[in-house]
């Protein structure tokens, strides 16, 4: 089993995700008791958290991570292998800051996952994603790592993943402020422990966003978590540095455009995150912050007139219950950013939303956000707008 697998599931356990996805149990009780006891034999096998995964792929390596825990290994290829898969279709009307409201119908995620026990020590896992709209048919993720914990402490990931900067944990539909800002997806080289209740790692990778005309491995990371879980309670911390946010998916491209025909960047600006997790029986709070240590320069990201410093932060509570025998996941949060308005962010985001586990690996999920733009004097419209959005997900 991988670090990265495993710990998508300790993740998930912790921040109250599980109820919508897991399957149904005939009674509250014995449902919340195994809930407990999974959480802690996870803390106690010494899995560490998963961070700056989208939710979708913490999903799907979820999924993949509990056929391969029901499944005896046997001496064929065949069954080492394990494939899973999530489709989220989407229905949304909104109003925005100004014109004519919008509504569409979407498939917003389709990804398929390949998960490969090569022996006791290898994992290599694949994953293809579409999203209408957004993103044509492409590999998600591809990576090989190295682990076993029964055996030693450390792991060692090579591939195509998200490196671990940012938790972005969320009951909810929409992905948090603080993903938009720092998720970064790499070719990257990590090396981690797990020991404990703690684990932590370092990344290194050559980022898209070029300094100085450089073509070489020269952004790095590193985080450290701490985690635990007893009979009625979780509860998670963690901390994460990266070298340059503009290597991060959603800066690199607006950098880009800004910078065309100015040439390369020449210094690079750094980011520091902190997440904070916690369940206490049904109920969950997340709280996570995000932010740059020094302002861009402003011909790449500018806010009046000036080099930006970005940043981002997210509170979230959820609340799991009962309705007719299906288990029913209702969350708030509040979120803001900072100098981000160069990235089309708003500054400030309310979010309602209730998620029904309608049939097993089946949710039917509703919310509603308010979203408010900076003022004009500040480059934005000064405006507020509203989205409705309805979600089918079905993990298979």
Known sequence: MSVRTLSAAVALAIAGQVPAYADTLEQRVARLEQQNQAQAKLIAEQQAALEGTPERVKKLETALEERRTEQNWGTGWFQRIEI????????NHTSPYVGSDESDIVLATFELGISAQVNDWVEANVSLLYEEDDTDLEVDNAFVTIANLEHSPLFLTAGQFYVPFGAYETNLVSDPLTLEIGEARETALQVGFVHGDFNGSVYAFNGDRKIDGENEIGSWGANLGFAQAFDDRAWSLGLGYISDLGDSDTLQDVIADNRAGLGDA?????????????????????????????????????FKGEGAKPSAWNIEAGYTFEVMGKEVVAAAAY??????????????????????????????????????????????????????????????
């Open 84 to 91: 899973a898969g999530l489709i989220e279709v989407e229905a």
């Open 266 to 302: 020449s210094e690079r600006t750094g980011a520091w995150t902190a997440n904070a997790a916690a369940t206490f029986g049904p109920f969950n709070l997340i709280g996570e912050y995000l932010a740059a240590t020094d302002e861009f320069e402003a011909s790449s990201l500018s």
């Open 335 to 396: 979120q803001s950013t900072s100098e981000a308005v160069a990235l089309e962010l708003p500054e400030e985001r309310w979010l309602v939303g209730v998620s029904v586990g309608v049939l097993d690996n089946t949710a039917l999920s509703l919310e509603w956000s308010h979203d408010t733009d900076y003022d004009r004097r500040e480059g934005g419209t000064g405006e507020s707008g509203n989205t409705i959005l309805a979600q089918l997900a079905v993990e298979f």
